[in-house]
């Protein structure tokens, strides 16, 4: 367990595919999990993807207590996703200015689907299906998109700095 260096916006390893996770509930994966838990809280992010500390896995973590990054928010369950699948359910589409761990000190105006189902394993295997809207929608497609080499600076025309 330890508090990991973020990997920041040009590292390559930010730009890869991840890869799913084929066996559950072993101590490397807890270790993984410590990690990226003991990093987001000592980050005070609202989530955190495995490739974000080096790992090229699909497990994000996000939820738990509220951020200050994001103090308007509503509340999220601490979850572990591990191989997530994402569906879309609805056309409809929000704005909202973005931040990342990798990209410090910036916001970015995003687009992104508000109406989602997700699904996925925890730690130990077991099945996670959530129909989820408005932030909780939008962290989990933005840490999913760290599993395909995706960051949100990708994705808009809009970027500010929060200096
Ligand atoms: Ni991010």
Known sequence: MA?????????????????????????????????L????????????AAPQIGILKQVVIFGGKKTLRYPDVEDIPLTILINPKIDI??????DYWE??????????LVSRPSDICYSGYNQFGEAIKRKV?????????HECD??????????????????
């Open 3 to 35: 508090v990991c260096e973020i990997l920041k916006i040009g590292d390559e390893k930010l730009y890869q595919q991840s890869q799913p996770v084929v066996e559950f509930n072993t101590l490397e994966l807890e270790q993984l999990v410590a990690d």
């Open 37 to 48: 838990y003991d990093t987001m809280l000592a980050e005070d992010g609202a989530g955190l």
């Open 89 to 94: 359910l609805s056309e409809q589409t929000e």
């Open 99 to 108: 931040g990342c761990l990798s990209i410090p000190g910036m916001r970015g």
């Open 133 to 141: 809207n408005g932030f909780h929608a939008r962290v989990v497609q």
């Open 146 to 163: 760290h599993l395909n080499g995706i960051l949100y600076s990708m994705k808009t025309q809009q970027i500010k700095s929060l200096e």
